[in-house]
């Protein structure tokens, strides 16, 4: 992989004139910028980012860490991590999502999301959930989603149930469906008394027996 100083020696420009060509490119005449940029096509040199955090420039993006607790497994939760990679992105952030498939075996996978110091953590699961907090996270920016937690106080995003429920319902009374089969969650999941309030106030709404 081409280094800064292979763009350097290619362009015969000085390493401080490479570096100013990528993060403030306004400060040199069109020629040198033209020559340093032609050098970095020509090697396809890609910046490198811990070595800009090292020398703390400002302009490197911030990084995002997402913990996926079994989370790219089901549409809604493939849809989930895109909607937090658009909204990092449309804020000049990187995201790096490092899949957990046991919270209870979640050394390796913290361990490799904090090696990349990120500016902060969303922890994220398949299914709404009670989730245990790893230690090690305690102490970092961190916000749930599609989870809960009673380990720390920390902001938890999460679907709303019972609103969701009630609309799918009142959608197939509306259409005419007066006696629908209902599968219900297991009373034992965080959303399932939750979503079966929600179908019984959609019947007793229309006042149907």
């Known amino acids: 992989m081409a280094s800064l100083k292979d763009v350097a020696k290619l362009a015969d420009v000085s390493l401080m004139t490479v570096s100013r060509a990528i993060n403030c490119p306004d400060k040199l005449s069109k020629e040198t910028y033209l020559k340093v940029k032609?050098?970095?096509?020509e090697l396809n040199y890609v910046p490198d980012v811990s070595a800009l955090k090292i020398r703390g420039d400002r302009k490197v993006p911030q990084l995002i860490g997402v913990l996926a607790?079994?989370?790219?497994?089901?549409?809604?939760?493939?849809?989930?991590?895109?909607?937090?990679?658009?909204t990092a992105q449309s804020h000049q952030c990187n995201t790096l999502i490092v899949n957990l498939f046991d919270v209870n075996d979640a050394e390796h996978a913290v361990n490799t999301l904090l090696s990349y110091r990120p500016a902060g953590i969303i922890f994220t699961s398949m299914g709404f959930r009670k989730i245990k907090i790893p230690a090690?996270?305690?102490?970092?920016?961190l916000v749930l989603a599609n989870c809960v937690t009673d380990d720390i106080s920390v902001a938890s995003y999460i679907p709303d149930d019972y609103q969701g429920q009630y609309h799918a319902v009142k959608s197939v009374i509306d259409k005419g469906y007066r006696k629908p089969l209902c599968l219900y969650l297991s009373a034992n999941a965080l959303a399932g008394k939750i979503r079966r309030e929600a179908v019984e106030q959609a019947w007793r709404d229309i006042n149907y027996p």
Not at 136 to 141: A, E
Request: charged share 20%.
């Open 69 to 86: 607790l079994d989370t790219a497994t089901t549409p809604f939760s493939v849809e989930l991590l895109q909607a937090i990679e658009k």
């Open 38 to 41: 032609h050098a970095i096509d």
């Open 136 to 141: 090690k996270l305690h102490h970092h920016p």
